[in-house]
């Protein structure tokens, strides 16, 4: 793996670009300051691999090496984990979702981000900048990690007919009793709503994360009865690698790393994975800093080198999600050919099907009405009464 010799470089350029007259947010540093010797990250699992899984996926010790930022990582189970981890004040950031962001942004927690600090950004694909879910007001609060949607994974061993729709977990679900792997968080109810859409029209859903109280009710009963079917949940991903492995579940929503850890086994696991025809709910992930980050130029540092070719090929093939540029679709090529097509990285059509993960909102954000929605105390409220817990 090529490394990228960030510091000198990086402070050369925002000088340049500076007096350019680029804009820079207010609050937002001008320059970079010396390396603090250590980041503290929270992550989704496999986002910051030093080579302990598999020696052929490393992006993190050439950065420390090049930086001397010593990268500590903590994985979070959800996204809800994962904002409770940022506003206990111990990290400098983290990679987030959708339905993370919008509240990290809203309260303050993140702040923003001047791009002319991380030049590589200036090489990310238009369609993942400045999204309602890694900007506000039209300034930007991140960096891409990459994007991906959740797929339907089957065992081929006993659900013999490939499956095109969701219908298999849901109104199919008694065929399945007992198996099927689900998304243990609340999150997950925008899943029913998204199948719902094309199923139930007259519940009138155009956003699956904009739900009024007959929708939202509608979803959770949906939900209930993939529950009373025995559903099997998992909020780690290896414990669902290990629920297929064991056959405790033979079809479900999954991610795309774990079908490529699955089929990865020697001999590979009989699975295999479809984005289904109603389309999915899905993630794009941003790279965001603490508002207090105790080590903020190391922090700028680590956004620059996750969108750098080399790092961003890495993380994304690992992962089985798509890149956020084309200089690392393009070093993607060495690793795993036709990474990038395969993920329609630069597919702005194929992201159109995909309803990335965001925070429900009483207010209903795109609606023309004053119509109420339900909120994300009570998407979460709703889980933990569905869930038992």
Not at 80 to 99: I, T, W
Not at 150 to 162: E, G, H, Q, S
Not at 174 to 184: Q, W
Not at 222 to 234: F, I, P
Request: with cysteine; glycine share 8%.
């Amino acid at each position: 793996m090529r490394r990228l010799s960030i510091p000198a470089a990086l402070v050369t350029i925002s000088i340049v670009m500076a007096a350019c007259g680029s804009s820079v947010p207010s609050g937002a540093p001008t320059s970079l300051g010396d390396n603090e010797k250590e980041l503290n990250l929270i992550i989704w699992d496999g986002y910051a691999e030093r080579g302990d899984v598999d020696k052929a996926y490393d992006w993190v010790t050439g950065f420390e090496a090049d930086t001397g930022c010593k990268v500590n990582s903590t994985p979070m189970s959800d996204s809800a984990n994962g904002v409770q981890l940022l506003q206990s004040g111990q990290y400098d950031g983290g990679s987030f979702s959708g339905d993370a962001t919008i509240r990290l942004m809203a309260a303050g927690d993140v702040v923003p981000v001047n791009v002319d600090l991380i030049p590589n950004y200036a090489d990310v694909f238009d369609g993942l900048k400045l999204k309602d879910f890694n900007s506000k007001e039209g300034v930007p609060y991140g960096v891409p990690h990459g994007r991906g949607p959740n797929l339907l994974m089957w065992n081929t061993d006993v659900v013999t007919t490939a499956p095109t729709t969701w219908d298999p977990i849901f109104e199919g679900g008694a065929d399945y009793a007992g198996k099927i792997s689900v998304y243990d968080s609340s999150i997950y109810i925008a899943d029913a709503a998204l199948h719902l859409m094309q199923k139930n029209p007259d519940l009138g859903i155009t956003n699956p994360y904009q739900l009024n109280d007959e929708q939202f009710a509608a979803a959770i009963a949906l939900l209930e009865k993939q529950r009373d079917n025995g559903a099997v949940y998992w909020g780690l991903l290896t414990d669902q690698v290990q629920s297929f492995e064991s056959g405790d579940t033979v079809i479900g929503t999954t991610w795309p790393y774990q079908v490529n850890l699955l089929k990865a086994e020697d001999p590979p696991a009989p699975v295999e994975a479809v984005l289904p025809t109603e389309g999915s709910t899905g993630w794009s992930d941003t790279w965001m800093i603490a508002k207090d980050a105790a080590h903020p130029n190391c922090m700028y540092r680590w956004m620059n080198h996750i969108i750098s070719a080399d790092a961003n090929a890495q993380a994304t093939v690992w992962f089985g999600e798509a890149a956020v540029t084309q200089k690392a679709c393009d070093a993607a090529e060495a690793i795993a050919a036709g990474h990038c097509k395969d993920q329609h990285a630069s597919d702005e059509a194929y992201w159109d099907k995909i309803w990335y993960w965001t925070t429900p909102q009483a207010t209903c954000a795109d609606a023309d009405d004053a119509t109420a929605c339900k909120d994300q105390d009570a998407w979460i409220e709703a889980w933990s009464t569905l869930r038992g817990t």
